[in-house]
Structure formats: C-alpha cells, structure tokens
C-alpha cells in the first residue's frame, strides 16, 4: 500500500508527504546433493512515513525532507538510525541549465549472501537483515549538472559517493 500527496501553498512552495506499507516476502525452494528438500521463507514489515518541502529563492531551489523508517523501528532494536534526512539545493547557471548537489541518509534491510569471489554468480540469494542486526546504513553524497543543450535534448551528468556506514558482514 503507498499513498502519496502534494500541497501547492500561495508562494509557490511544495509539500509533499506520504507513506508505504509492505510486507515482502523472500522464499528459497532448495535440494541438497542427497535430495533433501529445504524451504526458506521470510517475511519482514517495511512501512516509511515520509514528508519533504521544496521552495525557489531566486535562482536557487531547495529541497529538504525526512524519511522515518517504522518498519525496522518496530522489528529491530529501536534506533535512530531510523530517521533519514535529506537535502538537496540547485542553482540555475544559465536559462536552462542548473548546478545541483544533494545528500541523503538511506538504510536497506536486504543484502546478499553470496560469494564475492565468483567470476559470475549463477545464483544471488536475499535474505532479510537479522532482527538483532541493525539495517545497512549509507550516506549518499551527489553532484550533478543538468540542462538542455538543445530543444529537443536534455543531458543530466552526476558524480556519486556512497559512504557505508553499517554493511552486514
């Protein structure tokens, strides 16, 4: 279930707010060498409340929002990990082109388990993140520039950095 929302005031400004609510499933239908059949299953709660505002001073527009993961505050050891700001401020250099940088914080409650090694991976299993584990945790850090360079064309060109903050190990 998600719902979303966007309130336009006088000024021009954007409030957005919203909410997702799900319940994904991860299940492995599994044989060993001997023929013995072995099913995993697991189902965790994901729900997020988030809400954000954008406003246009002049040539710069900015973007601030909050993001609160409930799902994982509920599931796992409460912290505040949870809350997840985010950033981001443009500055229009030139009619229709703009500078931009932006951060956010984001946690995922899925990984991997796999072997690193493998040249190529025939199979990639997912599991949940334990319960008594806290979810993977980044920073994302993001510059960019984008514009048109003619009528019909637009170009978006971005630079990333993702700090890792809490990998599952």
Known sequence: VRAHATYYSDLHDFYFFGFDLAFPSLEYNLQNNLGAPRRIAQTSPEAALWASF??????????????????????????????????SLSYRIAEEWRAKVSFGTYTQNVLTV?????????????????????????????AGLEGKPADQVSTNLEVYFKENNSLVM
């Not at 599931?75 to 997840?84: E, H, I, N, T, V």
């Open 54 to 87: 954008q406003s246009t001073f002049g040539k710069f527009q900015v973007a601030t929002g909050l993001h609160l993961e409930l799902g994982s505050l509920f599931y796992r050891m409460p912290s505040f990990d949870y809350l997840q700001p985010r950033v």
């Open 114 to 142: 796999n072997n690193e090694d493998d040249v190529i991976s025939l199979f990639d299993a997912w599991i949940h993140v334990p319960r008594n584990l806290h979810s993977q945790q980044s920073n994302h850090y993001v």
